[in-house]
């Protein structure tokens, strides 16, 4: 009879053998290839990988998303795992090629860039970057312009609209893309209502507007309020009887001392968009001329306002980046929409703050939804129907997923950092198949803007729409 069990537990072990010696962590490498060239396979190899098959050409303007899995089986060493993919830039006017890489320790796993005999904005010719890796998520590579002008990838310059101006600065805002944060300044908790005060529900960041510049964001959705008598941040809704519940982040002394920190060193352009705004102190109505005008005193002391010819009437989106920061000097735009109509910007139109309606005009229709399939539907249907050319009006991709009832009432409901994670993930394999040089969003708002992959993507879409016509790209 005691043989039995030991039996059961033969079979069952057999059974499980294959699982046992195959299974492994699993994530997608997805490759967005920017440049004016077909990327051509010209060597591959791996050891101890279970799965590590790429497509033998990527071409200009396209994505590839390669499922890679890693040998964790048993009877192998993790740390032997790895690979190893060259690709070559077909009919580039130097020869340039590049390497992927896979490479494992004993406890961590991780892909790389090995710039062969490239050199990027970012990284000098020969460099090894590792890109990290997310398990059943997609870790990105970036690579686009042209060997022997200009390249750019992954981690780019801080500096990266001042060095993108060689190829773009001619261009109007309208026909560019630009990385953007959605309730930029709600990185932390600064005073709350009694319902507001749970991170899960009113944290849309988890970097600070200087880290967010840092990472390369260059618009900014600002949303004030008056908390004890001082401008904040804020993150606020209506919830039924209660009425207005949320919190506050950072106050506006606190990003204005950010953003001159960066512009000290850096001759970017920065877009402030002054939205939402709320009197806490005092029913939560809107701000008053006078609040505003408070308001407009104390951001008069950012350095680097930018003042536009007609500056009343002017319309932003019209201008070559060049204009702004072509002369080697920082350039900020404040827009203000107030939510009273009556409010103007009386003599501070002519000091670098301007209407956002009129002024820089901008489609914002975000999806309301916790679900992905419904966002990606949401948000490329309405790409479609707005930016039918190159010079259509500006078109913010809001690549955000909105917490609904349900997730207030579950315990273990994502936050919205946890859906944003979800969004941004998937922002790089939905938004490159849909894209081409007519077809492409303004500004790529996002929440939990703490990656410079976004950036490296904002760059490329530039670049490849700048060079598409070197290899006669199909647009």
């Not at 009197?279 to 701000?287: A, M």
Request: aromatic share 10%; with cysteine; charged share 10%.
């Amino acid at each position: 009879m005691g043989t039995v069990p030991n039996l059961a537990g033969l079979i069952l072990a057999m059974t499980m053998l294959p699982l046992l010696a195959w299974a492994g962590e699993g994530g997608s490498f997805v490759l967005i290839n920017m440049t004016p060239y077909n990327w051509n396979q010209i060597y591959i190899h791996s050891y101890q990988m279970n799965a590590w098959g790429f497509p033998q050409s990527v071409p200009a303007g396209s994505m590839a998303k390669v499922y890679v899995e890693w040998d964790q089986s048993i009877f192998d060493d993790q740390e032997d795992d790895g690979g190893q993919v060259i690709y070559q830039l077909q009919g580039a006017p130097i020869s340039a090629s590049f390497q992927l890489q896979a490479s494992a320790t004993t406890t961590s796993f991780n892909l790389q860039a090995y710039y062969t005999n490239i050199a990027t904005t970012s990284h000098p010719l020969g460099s090894v970057v590792d890109l990290g890796w997310v398990h059943d998520g997609n870790t990105v590579f970036v690579l686009s312009g042209v060997p022997g002008l200009l390249m750019n990838t992954i981690n780019p310059p801080t500096n990266w609209m001042q060095l993108s101006l060689p190829t773009v600065g001619n261009k109007p805002l309208r026909q560019l893309v630009i990385p953007g944060s959605h309730d930029s300044g709600m990185s932390l908790i600064d005073g709350s209502t009694f319902f507001g005060d749970d991170a899960d529900h009113v944290l849309t960041q988890t970097l600070s507007v200087g880290g967010q510049l840092a990472n390369g964001a260059r618009y900014f959705d600002l949303r004030p309020v008056i908390s004890s008598g001082i401008f904040k941040t804020g993150h606020y809704s209506t919830l039924p009887v209660v009425g207005y519940q949320g919190a506050n982040g950072e106050s506006f002394s606190q990003i204005i001392s950010e953003i001159n920190a960066f512009t000290s060193v850096n001759a970017e352009l920065i877009i402030l968009n002054l939205s939402h705004d709320l009197n806490t102190d005092s029913g939560y109505g809107s701000l008053t001329q006078a609040n505003w005008n408070q308001l407009f005193q104390q951001l008069s002391g950012l350095s680097h306002l930018y003042v536009a010819p007609n500056p009343t009437t002017i319309d932003l989106s019209t201008l070559p980046l060049s204009q702004f920061i072509g002369q080697g000097s920082a350039a900020v735009i404040v827009l203000v929409d107030a939510g009273d109509t009556t409010v103007t910007l009386g003599s501070y139109a002519s000091r670098g703050f301007y209407n956002s309606t009129t002024q820089f005009p901008l489609f914002d229709s975000y999806a309301n939804t916790n679900d992905l399939s419904t966002l990606e539907s949401d948000q490329l249907t309405k790409l479609a129907q707005n930016r039918t050319s190159w010079n259509s009006s500006e078109f913010l991709l809001s690549w955000t997923l909105t917490q609904q009832p349900i997730d207030f009432t579950q315990k273990d409901a994502p936050s919205i950092i946890d859906y944003a994670n979800q969004a941004n993930n998937d922002l790089f394999t939905a938004l490159p198949p849909v894209i081409n040089r007519n077809l492409f969003p303004n500004i790529l708002y996002i929440d939990n803007f703490n990656r410079t992959d976004v950036t490296a993507l904002a760059i490329g879409i530039n670049d490849y729409n700048t060079n598409w016509q070197v290899c006669n790209a199909s647009a």
